[in-house]
């Protein structure tokens, strides 16, 4: 739709825009007979260029095929950030690189391998088996001819060739499968006191069992019990919390409470559907175009038919013809005498394709046949089903009528409706093309304003915002919106964006009011996030605290279960805790795993910190990962891994040596 409207640019500022353009065209033009047009090209890899419009264009496919996978979690945003950008020139230098190897060494695809690669592509099955039809249908479909994907698909098979080789030559030796089997499957045994940053605390009375505690466990109790009083101090209410501590977070963190990039735009918005005032057609021309169109509302009369042919070439000599009309006759009479018809087709038909099927041809609707043989199998009734012989090109037919299937569809009052419907979204959308071009026209004039178009049109300058790169409500909800919103047309030359789509004859035109840079926000908005931050901050400090306490009561000899049943917290515990252990909190299970394994003076103690708080570990027994000899599954599989871990370091070393093997030059600020 955006293409008819550019085609039908004009008027007298584009036709003065146009004149003044041919000047630095020509001079260009002239220009590059003179000069390199290296300034076209992102990079050089040993002289081969990758120019922009091939990154740009790959750029775009890789944009789209991850909009495609990630659906609503997409963020445009992410792929304009140059990192984004140069990581994928990276990647395109690295094929560009492996296509060269690949040529210098000879490697190739040969025609027989590269068709049996493309009849196992499921995209082109039906029922499980290739189909040339569809095959052709899917490429249409996406603009490519069979030559463009036979090519790429050939350059994709080259280029797998190196990584294929190396990741099919990589093993796993038997010291990495027990190595990795003995860290893999390694179960380790620990207990741990979890202190959450906001703790619970007991009343301070003693246990029944307080009598029974050693000296060393008492002094625990005691310390573990000013902790824990602390902690609650430290994190109590709003109120608590100073000002001078208040304003000191804020400062120190400023980067967390900026408000969002917001635009405010105008907008003009032109829809089909909103246009109003079609012309009412009249009787006549909708009857007209139900006659034109009449194919489309009524099924033709179909008659079902078989037939037998005695084949004879229209150039053959005349008694070879009449000699073919004899037989036919022949025929004729036999199958009016009652003889079956199915049989004498059988015996006789010369049509290689019927003849076993007893010359049925099905059901036959008009236009499907010769002309004569359709002529002929029109005139027939049901009460006389057999023809005379009829001449075609092929031969002699003798046909016979078997059913016949009558016109079926709609009448022109039942159509009636229907056509007036694609009459009126004809009408509007001429009219829409009309009103877009002139649209277009006045905003080229002056494309610092919507308000001329509106005037002339009849429209209504509209406003949307304030909102931010993610998109709000109406249309910033459409992300094409969004990226126009802030796109460098708008955002920073200050003019009317290029149309965006927003369905069917429906665009929309938009123009910066207001921007709103990222700012820090006034301590009074954020002043309960700080507030909660320095309160769970202060918490954090009170349990690194208490259990830095704890771990020291364990070091002197305490028992962490009792420990743990006096302060009165958590006490988490496993004889054989493994890696992928899912009722172990996952920042714990990952730390209890870097711990070094106990020796002979006794169990390995630390502190772990956790999102809401800490653990003091007490890790007592490692137990190595062992893989027995049976075990014949488990082994392939780690084997298999090893072997894919070894792959793909050996491949990134191969692409490592030819970047440094290569001269490669980046052009950073075409990026």
Do not use: C
């Not at 202190?195 to 573990?224: F, I």
């Amino acid at each position: 739709m955006l293409q008819t409207i550019r085609d039908r640019l004009h008027g007298i500022i584009a036709i003065f825009i146009f004149a003044l353009l041919i000047i630095p065209f020509a001079l260009v033009g002239v220009s590059s007979y003179f000069t390199s047009d290296a300034v076209n090209n992102v990079a050089l890899v040993n002289d081969q260029e990758i120019s922009i419009n091939q990154f740009n264009q790959s750029f775009q496919n890789y944009r789209r095929r991850m909009q495609a996978q990630m659906g609503t979690a997409f963020d445009p945003e992410q792929f304009e950030q140059a990192i984004v950008r140069r990581q994928f020139l990276d990647q395109m230098i690295n094929e560009e690189l492996l296509a060269q190897v690949s040529t210098d060494s000879g490697l190739a695809v040969s025609d027989d391998r590269l068709a049996e690669a493309i009849r196992t592509l499921a995209a082109f099955e039906v029922d499980g088996e290739f189909n040339a039809d569809v095959y052709q249908q899917r490429l249409a479909a996406q603009g490519m001819t069979p030559k463009q994907f036979e090519s790429n698909m050939r350059t994709g098979m080259v280029l797998d060739q190196f990584p294929t080789v190396l990741a099919s030559s990589a093993i796993s030796t038997a010291w990495e499968l027990k190595e990795f089997t003995r860290l893999q499957d390694q179960q380790r045994a620990f207990r741990a006191i979890i202190v959450p940053a906001y703790p619970a605390v007991e009343s301070g009375e003693g246990s029944e069992g307080e009598s029974e505690l050693t000296d060393t466990d008492r002094v625990a109790d005691e310390a573990t019990e000013v902790a824990a009083e602390d902690a609650a101090t430290e994190a109590t209410a709003e109120t608590a919390i100073e000002e001078e501590a208040v304003l000191a977070w804020y400062e120190a963190h400023q980067d967390e409470y900026l408000s969002e990039e917001q635009v405010v735009v105008e907008y003009l918005e032109l829809d089909a559907a909103a246009l109003g005032g079609s012309v009412e057609p009249d009787e006549e021309l909708l009857r007209a175009r139900f006659e034109e169109q009449e194919a489309r509302f009524v099924t033709p009369e179909s008659r079902m038919a078989s037939h037998i042919l005695i084949e004879v070439a229209a150039e053959a000599p005349q008694v070879d013809v009449d000699t073919a009309r004899q037989k036919a006759e022949e025929l004729t009479e036999r199958a009016r005498g009652g003889e079956d018809f199915a049989e004498l087709a059988k015996e006789n038909s010369q049509d290689i394709g019927s003849a076993a099927e007893g010359g049925d041809l099905g059901w036959i609707e008009p236009g499907y046949m010769v002309q004569s043989f359709e002529d002929g199998l029109y005139e027939l009734t049901l009460e006389n089903p057999i023809s005379e012989p009829i001449q075609t090109r092929f031969g002699w037919h003798v046909i016979y009528l078997r059913d016949i299937r009558p016109a079926e569809g709609m009448t022109f009052t039942e159509a009636r409706d229907l056509l007036l419907e694609e009459y009126r979204a004809e009408v509007d959308e001429r009219r829409f093309i009309e009103q877009a071009d002139r649209l277009i026209d006045i905003i080229y004039e002056d494309p610092t304003t919507l308000d001329a178009a509106a005037d002339e049109l009849g429209l209504e300058v509209a406003e949307a915002g304030p909102f931010g790169r993610l998109g709000g409500e109406g249309i910033a909800a459409n992300q094409e919106v969004v990226s126009a919103a802030f796109s460098d047309l708008v955002l920073a030359q200050g003019v009317v964006s290029d149309p965006v789509d927003l369905g069917l004859n429906h665009i929309v035109l938009i123009r910066l009011k207001e921007y709103m840079p990222q700012a820090l926000k006034p301590l009074a908005d954020v002043r309960e996030q700080v507030v909660e931050s320095v309160t769970r901050q202060r918490a954090m400090e009170a349990a690194a605290a208490r259990a830095d306490a704890l771990l020291a009561d364990l070091a002197e000899g305490a028992g962490i279960d009792v420990l743990a049943e006096t302060a009165g917290l958590e006490l988490v515990e496993a004889e054989a805790a493994t890696r992928t252990s899912t009722d172990i909190d996952g920042q714990l299970r990952e730390q209890l795993f870097l711990m070094a394994p106990p020796d002979e003076s006794g169990p390995v103690r630390t502190v772990i910190e956790l999102e809401n708080g800490y653990a003091v570990v007490q890790l007592e027994s490692v137990s190595d990962g062992v893989l027995s000899e049976d075990d014949a599954l488990r082994k392939a599989g780690y084997s298999r891994r090893i072997a894919n871990a070894t792959a793909s370091d050996e491949t990134m070393g191969f692409l490592r040596m030819l970047r440094a093997q290569s001269t490669i030059e980046i052009f950073e600020d075409r990026l």
